[in-house]
């Protein structure tokens, strides 16, 4: 258990339906990510909230939204996927050192998407 | 943006001291070299983290020459447990948004302890 949490843990959705990605932390951290990690592929960081404030990541398809409401939740709103979008999508969160505290990621156990 | 190379995969056996290098010529001065370790169908899982010298905690050593070119994972006796993949990385420790966020995964080393 690290702290973070992510619902659903399986998701199984068509191309053409919409579904949500659902993140939270309760370690009062101020900074969370979302990651894609497909098969025999690197994690492939999507987006970044530092203070709620998303760090622009041009490289991922317009067809993943992320949400940030609040510094301990973090969605990813999914629409008109691919299926090669199928992969392990994994949220993490950290504290932003500038306190003098270590840097490190807590992650959660990840949603694993397949697309139809 | 710093990059990391690592080794696809190493092997070892139960007891025995393993040594992950990490190769990372362009890392600039900002850099931190940190490392994780993950398990199957889990997140990646904080191991430890360093800036240069030797760090040391209660799971792994973090050798770091004064160049800063290279790091070298250290896991003391392995069991069968520790067979996951590790992945180095290196990045400026500020999580902001005007840094590029440059704190990436490579491809990892693939470790198997055998009995």
């Known amino acids: 258990e690290t702290g973070v949490t992510q619902t659903p843990r399986h998701l199984v959705m068509g191309m053409t339906n919409k579904k949500s990605l659902k993140c939270e932390q309760h370690?009062?951290?101020?900074?969370m990510y979302w990651y894609k990690q497909s098969a025999k592929k690197p994690l492939e960081l999507m987006f970044v909230?530092?203070?709620?404030?998303?760090?622009e990541n041009n490289s991922v398809p317009s067809r993943f939204s992320p949400e940030c409401p609040n510094s301990s939740h973090l969605f990813l709103h999914l629409h008109t996927l691919q299926p090669e979008d199928s992969a392990l999508y994994l949220c993490?969160?950290?504290?932003?050192?500038?306190?003098?505290?270590?840097?490190?990621?807590?992650f959660g156990p990840g949603t694993r998407l397949t697309v139809t | 943006l710093a990059k990391t190379t690592q080794p696809i995969s190493m092997d070892s056996y139960e007891g025995q001291e393993v040594n992950i290098t990490c190769s990372h010529n362009?890392?600039?001065?900002?850099?931190?070299i940190t490392w994780y370790q993950q398990f199957p169908s889990q997140g990646p899982r904080f191991i430890i983290q360093g800036y240069k010298t030797k760090v040391t905690n209660e799971v792994a050593s973090l050798f770091i020459p004064a160049d800063r070119k290279s790091s070298t994972l250290s896991l003391p006796r392995v069991s069968l447990s520790d067979t996951a993949v590790y992945y180095c990385l290196v990045g400026d420790i500020f999580v902001r948004p005007d840094n590029n966020n440059d704190m990436r995964f490579g491809a990892g080393t693939r470790l198997t302890v055998k009995p």
């Open positions: 370690l009062g951290h101020n900074a």
């Open positions: 362009n890392i600039a001065t900002n850099d931190y």
């Open positions: 909230y530092n203070f709620k404030e998303q760090t």
């Open positions: 993490a969160s950290s504290q932003d050192p500038a306190g003098g505290s270590s840097y490190e990621q807590y």
